[in-house]
């Protein structure tokens, strides 16, 4: 308000005559307000505080001396005087002091100069506010400010930074060791730096900064090389983190914000890129003891610390990779050692140790899982070294079972009555989830949908599935994890199931209708879609006469619903109730179709050799050797056999045991089932050289011409989802296709295929 | 039959003959055969020679009979025993192969008279004391790279079984220490070896062309062969065979 006010008293003045002032006369009124100001400055006693006329006065003085006409406009003697005024003041007065002073006291100093020279130059260029307005203005000279602070900057700061600077760094020296510093005077000379740029931050940065950079990673680097030896890894770590956050409250204090990112790299730079691999190497602290200890909290702070620096999680996740990896090889070798413990006669049937054996694998994941996402931050490097370990061991495959095989048979344990029983729906739903997570890693996915398969078939068929529910939710899994295809033949296998269901109620009210057809004997039939289902063998079993009524009577009703749909009947997969009259009691045996034909053939004759046994029922070797030691040689031994040995060889007579007897009125004998596993390999093995055909085909239909290499890496991609083609298939499948004139080498380049249309 | 012609033709032929030294007969044939054109007419003669030398049809005639079943218009093994008989040549000499392929032969042991005649009239023979002065240049010609990959792929069709896609194995080593013993392959033997140990089966068009290329291209130690090449895996294998038996030194 007070400028304007008096602006307008001077407008007023100038319309009249005035007299006019001459430069020296002006000049010595001036020059008492300067005084006065300095001592102000200084803080001499006595002296009393400029009052607005004073102001006033001055401002007049000034204004009148740069609007009287030429030759007496004294406007550029004003604007030297001017800086003349800050120049003497800073000779006779700061500089002296200045230079009488040393370390933190120079710099107290300073800071008391800097304030007292910004305010002189406030008031300054107050009196001479006139010149700004128009004298500089015009001749787009260096305004009143800023020739006010560049003399401060020629003559004090050029002169006095270096020492400024040594200073600081060494009461930073001092606070990084312990002591107490003040941090508002630091605050206040780093200020300088930067006021003093005037806009830039150069002098700031040369300056200082520049310095302080230095000065720290030496410092650091002393420190590291020192700590290096005598810390173990985390006591490092800790060190090395509290340094950090340190270095950055320092910069919240008294540096310059802009020097954060620069001071912290240095930081990071000395304490963990210098010695990254001697500190997680470090023999008894080091990163894999770390892991091996399970110390999370060191871990997730390895991470916080390594994540700073350029590619410093490289080792770290390396590192986790190689643990894991050696963990889930322990497993495999556990797993093995304790499978060729096991009597050799039981090493093909699927057991506990394997099943435990999944279980750990299991719980290994779950654990460093975890670690993925509380320690390391959910970083893809370390989702990415949790992959590839677990790829490495979960494609081992323990005791001749694959892997695939291996989870496979555990999904079985936990579907099947009498597997999980004692687990809640909850902890089963989990266990599943994570079955199928592990499934990710395995390469032979198409292997593990084949025994998949074999083992859902016989579930749904036996009637041994615990839980609908539980079925359909891992095919849910299975196929959000896998895709629609993977999963569509074991969907069609549930629905067939249920489907089954329907039909059978229909069939029996068929039977309750028409009472003519009932061949008096239970009937159960499952018909199935053929694509679903495993191939099975339907052999041509000679059926028991009674049992050939019955599948009549089925065909029968069958037609009465669709007359486009073949029948194929698996004998082998049924199962039958049927009546033993023993001497002491009746005994009701259920058994297997197969089983029951052959006990039904002792209906008609006494005694039957194993030739006999054999053309009547139609059977192979195999099946009867196996059938008729279930019958003979086992737990239950319903026929006599001649002589008595434990194994059926083609000489043997087998007679009805009429003496049988056991305390249970029902028994169940099993038909131990035939080892399916080559079968399943094989199955796939085939199934692999079509995929691979096809998709060799696809790629070089829509390509043309194409390279070895890029066929085979297309090929590997597009099969990738469900198996790990090898390159020798691949190139077997090329040549096959090559003879069967799909494709052909290039004349000129033999690494070149064109695909023949 | 100069008299047919126009002056221009004439003067054509009169030219070709002087530069050929051709017989008028062969330049009429190469001279209508281009249309007239001298410059095509050369080409004909000097990529024909069948043109050049004059072979007199009815002794060809005569030859097939001799060699000819009785039966059937075809020189069956009889007829080729007589044949190396007669030529003083063993039926497992190479040049009976050379021979086979200048005759377009479909078949091993067995000639149509299409190709006998054919065949024999390209090389510029009508006599056996001709064929047999021409075996010698004949068996050069194994020499030439170029005629030597033209032989050996023709002789993967010329001995595979009537009907076959492949070359049963018995047959494919046989003829590869045949075609190896002239271009001095040293691992012949370790590659027929460890075909019947690993292999034992027949061998398709793809493999037995492409070992030719193995051969001309890999050097004997392998040290320029690419696992990742487009090599056939029997050759792959033939590869990992050589290296796990210590034929070959350890690649790296």
Redesign the interface.
């Known amino acids: 308000m007070i400028f304007v006010y008096g602006f307008g008293e001077c407008e007023k003045m100038a319309m009249h005559e005035r007299k006019v002032i001459e430069l020296d006369q002006g000049w010595d009124f001036m020059q008492k307000g300067i005084t006065k100001l300095k001592n102000l400055l200084e803080v001499k006693p006595g002296e009393t505080q400029f009052s607005s006329e004073d102001y006033m006065m001055l401002y007049t003085t000034i204004y009148n001396m740069c609007t009287q006409k030429p030759p007496h406009d004294y406007s550029q003697q004003l604007y030297e005087k001017y800086r003349e005024a800050f120049v003497e003041y800073i000779d006779d007065m700061v500089l002296p002091a200045l230079r009488e002073k040393h370390h933190e006291y120079m710099l107290k100093e300073l800071q008391k100069r800097w304030q007292n020279h910004k305010v002189m130059v406030r008031w300054l260029s107050r009196f001479f506010y006139y010149l700004d307005r128009y004298f500089i203005a015009r001749r787009s000279l260096p305004g009143l400010n800023e020739v006010g602070l560049t003399c401060f900057r020629d003559r004090v700061y050029q002169e006095m930074k270096s020492m400024v600077k040594d200073a600081v760094l060494s009461l930073i020296d001092q606070e990084r060791e312990g002591e107490q510093i003040d941090r508002a005077l630091l605050k206040n000379i780093l200020d300088i730096f930067v006021e003093i740029g005037l806009g830039s931050m150069e002098c700031y940065e040369n300056d200082f900064e520049e310095y302080l950079l230095k000065e720290t990673a030496a410092y650091y680097s002393r420190k590291a090389s020192i700590w290096i030896l005598e810390d173990s890894c985390p006591d490092y770590m800790l060190k090395a983190e509290e340094c950090l956050k340190r270095e950055k409250d320092r910069v919240g204090h008294y540096l310059h914000s802009s020097s954060e990112n620069k001071l912290l790299e240095k930081v990071q730079h000395e304490l963990l890129s210098v010695y990254a691999n001697q500190l997680l190497e470090k023999e008894h602290s080091g990163c894999h003891v770390l892991l091996r200890d399970d110390k999370t909290e060191d871990l997730s702070r390895m991470f916080r610390l390594f994540s700073k620096i350029n590619r410093g999680l490289d080792p770290v996740s390396q590192m986790f990779k190689e643990h894991v990896t050696s963990e889930g090889m322990a497993l495999v070798k556990q797993a093995e050692d304790a499978a060729s413990n096991k009597k050799e006669e039981k090493r093909d049937i699927m057991g506990v140790q394997e099943q435990v054996f999944v279980r750990k694998i299991i719980e290994l994941h779950d654990k460093y899982l975890n670690y993925v996402v509380e320690c390391f931050q959910n970083h893809t490097l370390f989702h990415k070294a949790l992959k590839e370990a677990f790829e490495v061991f979960c494609n081992k495959g323990v005791a001749g079972s694959s892997s695939a095989e291996l989870l496979a048979t555990f999904c079985d344990n936990i579907l099947k009555k009498g597997g999980s029983e004692k687990l809640s729906d909850e902890a089963i739903e989990e266990t599943l989830e994570k079955v199928v997570k592990l499934l990710a890693y395995i390469s032979d996915k198409d292997l593990f949908a084949e025994f998949y398969r074999k083992k859902l078939a016989r579930r749904l068929l036996f009637d041994k599935s615990a839980n609908d529910d539980h079925e359909r939710s891992i095919l849910t899994k299975l196929k959000q994890q896998c895709g629609g295809q993977f999963t569509s033949k074991m969907e069609g296998m549930v629905t067939d199931l249920t489907l089954a269901r329907e039909n059978q109620t229909q069939f029996e009210e068929y039977l309750t209708s028409n009472s003519q057809a009932n061949p008096g004997i239970d009937l159960t039939v499952t018909v199935l879609t053929t694509g679903f289902w495993p191939s099975y063998k339907s052999f041509d079993l000679n059926l028991p006469s009674e049992m050939v009524k019955c599948v009549e009577v089925f065909k029968e009703f069958y037609q009465t619903k669709t007359k486009h749909r073949k029948l194929t009947w698996i004998y082998s997969l049924g199962t039958c109730n049927i009546n033993g009259k023993f001497d002491s009691k009746t005994i009701e045996m259920i058994v297997t179709t197969y089983q029951a034909a052959a006990l039904l053939l002792f209906n008609a004759s006494e005694r039957l050799s194993y030739a006999e046994v054999m053309t009547q029922l139609n059977l192979t070797d195999d099946d009867v050797i196996r059938l008729l030691h279930s019958l003979s040689c086992a737990k239950y031994k319903i026929l006599v056999k001649e002589p008595n040995t434990k194994t059926i060889s083609p000489n043997d007579v087998f007679t009805f045991n009429n003496k049988f007897t056991d305390r249970m009125r029902r028994i169940k004998i099993p038909l131990p089932p035939v080892d399916e596993k080559k079968k399943v390999v094989e199955d796939v093995d085939k199934d692999r050289r079509y995929a691979i055909d096809a998709s060799i085909v696809r790629i070089m239909k829509s390509r043309k011409v194409l390279g070895h290499q890029q066929l085979v890496m297309e090929c590997v991609e597009q099969l990738g989802r469900m198996f790990k083609p090898d390159f020798k298939a691949i190139k077997k499948r090329i040549e096959d296709l090559i003879t069967r004139d799909y494709l052909e080498r290039d004349k000129e380049n033999p690494n070149l295929y064109r695909y023949l249309a | 039959m100069m008299s047919k012609l126009g002056r221009g033709q004439k003067d054509k032929v009169q030219q070709f003959m002087a530069i050929t030294g051709a017989s008028e007969k062969v330049a009429l044939q190469a001279l209508k055969g281009s249309e007239w054109h001298l410059e095509g007419a050369f080409d004909i003669f000097y990529s024909q020679p069948q043109i050049r030398a004059f072979t007199d049809t009815r002794h060809l005639e005569e030859l097939f009979k001799r060699y000819k079943d009785p039966d059937v218009d075809m020189v069956f093994v009889e007829g080729i025993s007589l044949l190396c008989n007669d030529l003083q040549v063993d039926p497992q000499d190479i040049v009976m192969l050379v021979l086979s392929w200048h005759m377009k032969a479909a078949t091993m042991c067995e000639f149509s008279r299409q190709e006998f005649i054919g065949g024999l009239q390209s090389l510029g023979v009508d006599s056996i004391p001709k064929l047999r002065e021409k075996l010698p240049s004949l068996r050069n010609e194994l020499r030439d790279e170029h005629k030597f990959h033209e032989i050996y792929n023709f002789a993967f069709s010329w001995a595979r079984e009537k009907g076959q896609?492949?070359l049963a194995l018995d047959t494919a080593l046989g003829m590869w220490r045949l075609l190896f013993s002239e271009k001095h392959w040293p691992l012949v033997e370790h590659w027929c070896q460890f075909l019947q140990v690993r292999h034992n089966k027949a061998i398709?068009?793809?493999?037995w062309s492409?070992l030719l290329?193995f051969v001309k291209n890999i050097d004997p130690q392998l040290s320029n062969y690419d696992e990742?090449?487009?090599w056939?895996?029997l050759i792959?294998e033939f590869v990992e065979y050589l290296t796990e038996n210590g034929i070959v030194p350890t690649r790296k």
């Open positions: 896609k492949s398709s068009r793809d493999t492409q290329e990742e090449g487009a056939p895996y792959d």
